[in-house]
């Protein structure tokens, strides 16, 4: 299953989809993490060591490029360049999560990040997974994937949250780009959550119920900022919001 999370910056898109890569992992799923936001942060949410030493997925372009070459004495370039042997060199694991990132413009004025969201795209298309694989995106920010496709092959869209207008009108307008991209499931999941009102106020202003509610956590939030790995036994009713964004997509699959 490819599984994409979306939403306003700063309402936690990177926290919630490291919970739900651990309850997935945790169920016996085999994990792969892309993080495909301009400033990533997915490696040191996960406890990854040696993160320089990630070489991004951007950096297969020319490697592509170089697949797609004219075969001896043809015309024709081939549209469908063999990808699976690269992407070893591509990718960390540890604690049983593998992890792949983008890349990001690294200069002021360094350009759009189209290129590299070219690439993400041709790679989602060419995987294909097992029954017992994911694949979970965490996307940049905003609407602005959604205006290049790049997620148009994913199963699963997961639109995150928080009980503020703003939010609910990022949200909203993220929700109204997917279903005219073509995503077919698209769910909500609300963060921050403190009680039943703010439960409330995000069932009253979403298309939809969110599927699950990540609580105000002072465990994550202290993990943060000491840079150590989110795990799930730090907060039993985050794990239970995970738990309960596996069963719903377990649900979904059958």
Same mark, same amino acid.
């Given at each position: 299953?490819?599984? +994409?999370?979306?939403?306003?910056?700063?309402?936690?898109?990177?926290?919630?989809?490291?919970?739900?890569?651990?309850?997935?992992?945790a169920s016996g799923q085999d994990v792969l993490v892309i993080d495909a936001d301009p400033c990533p942060h997915m490696a040191q949410t996960l406890?990854?060591?040696?993160?320089?030493?990630?070489?991004?997925?951007?950096?297969?372009?020319?490697?592509?490029?170089?697949?797609?070459?004219?075969?001896?004495?043809?015309? =024709? =370039?081939?549209?469908?360049?063999?990808?699976?042997? #690269? #992407?070893?060199?591509?990718?960390?694991?540890?604690?049983?999560?593998?992890? $792949?990132?983008?890349?990001?413009?690294?200069?002021?004025?360094?350009?759009?990040?189209?290129?590299?969201?070219?690439?993400?795209?041709?790679?989602? %298309?060419?995987?294909?997974?097992?029954?017992?694989?994911?694949?979970?995106?965490?996307?940049?920010?905003? &609407?602005?994937? #959604?205006?290049?496709?790049?997620? +148009?092959?994913?199963?699963?869209?997961?639109?995150?949250?928080?009980?503020?207008?703003?939010?609910?009108?990022? +949200?909203?307008?993220?929700?109204?780009?997917?279903?005219? %991209?073509?995503?077919?499931?698209?769910?909500?999941?609300?963060?921050?959550?403190?009680?039943?009102?703010?439960?409330?106020? $995000?069932?009253?202003?979403?298309?939809?119920?969110? &599927?699950?509610?990540?609580?105000?956590?002072?465990?994550?939030?202290?993990?943060?900022?000491?840079?150590?790995?989110?795990?799930?036994? $730090?907060?039993?009713?985050?794990?239970? +919001?995970?738990?309960? &964004?596996?069963? =719903?997509?377990?649900?979904?699959?059958?």
């Open positions: 299953m490819k599984i +994409a999370i979306a939403g306003k910056g700063g309402v936690g898109k990177t926290t919630i989809m490291a919970l739900i890569a651990r309850q997935l992992q406890g990854f060591a040696n993160i320089e030493s990630i070489t991004p997925i951007a950096d297969m372009g020319q490697l592509l490029a170089e697949r797609a070459g004219k075969s001896a004495g043809s015309p =024709y =370039y081939n549209i469908n360049p063999e990808i699976n042997d #690269l #992407l070893a060199d591509f990718m960390l694991e540890s604690d049983g999560i593998k992890l $792949m990132v983008l890349g990001a413009i690294q200069t002021a004025e360094g350009g759009c990040a189209c290129p590299e969201a070219t690439v993400l795209k041709r790679l989602l %298309t060419k995987l294909l997974l097992g029954d017992d694989q994911a694949i979970l995106l965490d996307m940049e920010a905003g &609407v602005e994937h #959604l205006g290049r496709g790049t997620i +148009a092959s994913v199963d699963e869209l997961f639109i995150v949250a928080i009980p503020s207008k703003s939010s609910m009108r990022t +949200a909203t307008k993220i929700h109204k780009m997917a279903v005219d %991209t073509g995503i077919k499931d698209i769910s909500f999941i609300g963060n921050l959550v403190e009680d039943d009102d703010d439960r409330q106020f $995000m069932n009253d202003n979403l298309p939809s119920r969110p &599927v699950a509610f990540f609580p105000v956590s002072t465990p994550i939030r202290q993990a943060e900022r000491r840079s150590h790995k989110l795990e799930l036994a $730090m907060d039993p009713q985050a794990a239970q +919001a995970a738990e309960q &964004v596996i069963a =719903y997509l377990q649900a979904r699959k059958d």
